[in-house]
Every structure is written in C-alpha cells, then in structure tokens.
C-alpha cells in the first residue's frame, strides 16, 4: 500500500548492532563484508593497529576495492606516532554508528581488539585517577629492565590481565600494574566486575564469534602471513622507517613490524623474522579467544559459512 499524500515514506531503522569478533586469521573481516552487502550496512572497525594511516599490510585492513564495495570507519584515525586510546574509540565509534544510523544503514562492527568491542558495549572501567609518581616509577622500570619485565610481574599478579595484555603493549602495563598498587585488586577483577551482568549495555547488540578449530586457525594464519610478505609487508615497513616510525613507537610494536624493523637493524635474519611474525601471530590469538572466555553473550561458529546472514539480517530489521 502507498503511503498516503504528503507522508514520507521512509523505513525505520532499529538501533542494534551486530558485533563480530574472534582471533586473527579467523574471518571476521570476510563475514563483515558479506554481512554489509546482504544489509546495506556499513562497518565500524574495532582493530586497535587499523587505526593507524599507512599501515595497511600488516594490519590486514581492507583494501580500498572493498572499502568502495562497504563504507569503513574507525580506520586510518591517527598517525603511526600518535597516542590511541579506547576512550578515543569509543567517541570515534559512537559517532560513526549515529551518522550511519542517521542516514539509514545498519551497522556492523568487527574486529579483534577485545578491549574496545568491551569498551563500546559497556563503557571503560574508569578504576583510580593516575598516579604520576607512580607511573614514572614505572616507565623508569621498563626503560631499565624491559617491558617483558613489567609484563612478567603483571603475570604474576594478574594471570588473566597478563594473558590479555601484550608483552609489548607498555601502556596498558603500566596502568594494570598502577591499578593493582593503587587498590590492592588485580585490574581484571575490577574488570570482572564492571561487565554485562552488572552494567547496563550502551548498545543492543548481536555478538557473533568465529573461533576456527585450533590446527585450521593456525594453518590459516600462517597463510595469512605469506600472504601479508607476498603483498609487500617489507616494503611497507621500509616506508615506515624512512618517514621516521620506527620502534619503541607503540604502533611500530604490532606483530609482523617489530619483526621486520628487527630485520631492518640486523639483530634476526628476514626467515627467523617470517617465523616469529607466525609464531606471535599465533599466541597472540590464543590471547584473543582467552579474552572472550566464559562470554555467554557471544554465538560461536567455526568460520563465516556457518552464519545464518538471513538471521543477522532479521536481527538487524528488528524482526
């Protein structure tokens, strides 16, 4: 039936969001993609490397074929020397999910750093004002000893924050280790605390995992890696380098570039570097799956053949 004269006829849009995470090399982006097309939508990263301008390969950011196929948000926000925060996602994440809303798209966010997906659902745990003694303390430790040295004691005291947070990630350290000082309670209890039982949602959401069977993961991250060295990794990071990024840059700490800026200065051969960038790659989705444990929220299937599209697009309809 026609709306009758002088009625815009316009279709509501509900206000959910499908949320798709899982471990590296599992087919988030894929199932995103697919999901977009089938909807209409358009996607809000939540990658904490994607973030960054120029650095395209390594982060397994989509091409600009399929950004053309799919509008992208959330990619390319700041520069390789610029700080990211999860605060800052959220606020870059919330505006692109109202614009997109606005204008009538569904909205589908995927990606891997579980810290902002549990960011944007639920908001940060704003746990005590920093100590700047403290901290300095801190940093003086790491500059001294290593950051692998912060991040041993952090697992130590805090298995489940040790688990989750990378060796390399200085940041995030530092501010667990702070908490911890600060309140005598590990920061994953804080976090524990501060989840869906007991905080209200910021948004209704549809949580969709891929967890690939454990050889199958591993086989395809490797392939993922050969590919990444075929498509010009090297050469991206050699870029990199000659604009003047290069470690102890937080952003130059992602897998697959400390291995190659290592190759760069002659501490490890370009083969060893192939074979820890597949090793890293690896442990650091054991950390991923690790962190999404014990989520009953989350619908877990093997790859993105086993989603029901249909369904997701009656999720989203409101239906």
Known sequence: MRPPRGVLHCEIVVHRLVVIVGPTGAGKTRLALQLAEHTGGEVVSADSQQVYAGMDIGTGKVTAQERARVPHHVLDVVRPDEDMTAQRFIDLADRAIADAWARGKRVIVCGGTGLYVRALLLG???????????????????????????????????????????????????????????????????????????????????????????????????????????????????????????????????????????????????????????????HYARRQLSWYRGDGAIRWHPDPAAVDLADLERYLAGL
């Open 124 to 282: 940060l745990f704003a746990g005590p004002p920093a100590s700047r003694e403290l901290r300095d303390e801190l940093a003086e430790r790491a500059r001294r000893d290593g950051t692998a040295a912060l991040h041993a004691e952090l697992a130590r005291i805090d298995p489940a924050a040790g688990a989750k947070i990378d060796r390399n990630d200085a940041k995030r350290i530092i501010r667990a280790l702070e908490v911890f000082r600060l309140t005598g309670e590990q920061m994953s209890a804080h976090q524990a605390k501060h989840d869906h039982r007991s905080t209200p949602p910021r948004y209704e959401a549809n949580l969709i995992g891929l967890a690939p069977e454990r050889d199958a993961l591993y086989r395809a991250i490797d392939g993922r890696v050969d590919a990444m060295i075929d498509a010009g990794l090297e050469h991206e990071v050699a870029g990199l380098r000659t604009q003047g990024y290069r470690p102890p840059l937080r952003s130059q700490q992602a897998i697959g570039y400390a291995e190659l800026h290592d190759v760069a200065d002659g501490r490890v051969t370009r083969a060893r570097a192939i074979e820890l960038i597949k090793r890293n790659s690896r």
